[in-house]
């Protein structure tokens, strides 16, 4: 797997991946979450790649304060051969090249498998409660 910077002819092969893993949701129009993303870092939104397909993904971002991880996806066909691992890697590198000190994700509560992956990696769980609030509706 090469690991690369996501560009715009990879959208649609992007929007499959995420959709094959479950992590689409109605609410969230994957296609602008891309645009939005190409405006603010878009050297850390990252792409797997086999034989020049994309097969994996993550988005990074680090707001000065604390860094953050969106969209993580490995196609099911690649999954368990440490592509995620290895995404996670590259992406906490980058961040700590820009001085970010702490990585935050958040993860569904019945994801119990990515929440094994996290803690296998050397993430805990924060004794916090994530609050949301939509500022632009996607539908």
Not at 16 to 42: E, F, H, M, S, Y
Request: charged share 25%; glycine share 8%; with cysteine.
């Amino acid at each position: 797997m090469i690991i690369r910077p996501y560009r715009d002819a990879d959208e649609a092969e992007v929007i499959a991946l995420w959709r094959a893993c479950g992590l689409t949701r109605p609410w969230n129009d994957p296609a602008k979450d891309i645009a939005r993303k190409r405006t603010v870092q878009p050297e850390l939104f990252l792409v797997g790649e086999t034989a020049s397909v994309p097969m994996a993904s993550a988005m990074f971002g680090f707001d000065g304060h604390r860094g953050w991880v969106n969209y993580l996806a490995v196609a099911p066909a690649y999954q368990r051969q440490g592509a995620a691992r290895r995404l996670m890697a590259e992406g906490e590198a980058r961040l700590k090249a820009l001085g970010c000190p702490k990585l935050n994700l958040q993860v569904r509560g019945a994801n119990t498998q990515a929440l094994a992956f996290y803690q296998h990696l050397g993430y805990a769980t924060d004794d916090v409660v994530s609050l949301g609030k939509r500022l632009i509706a996607d539908q």
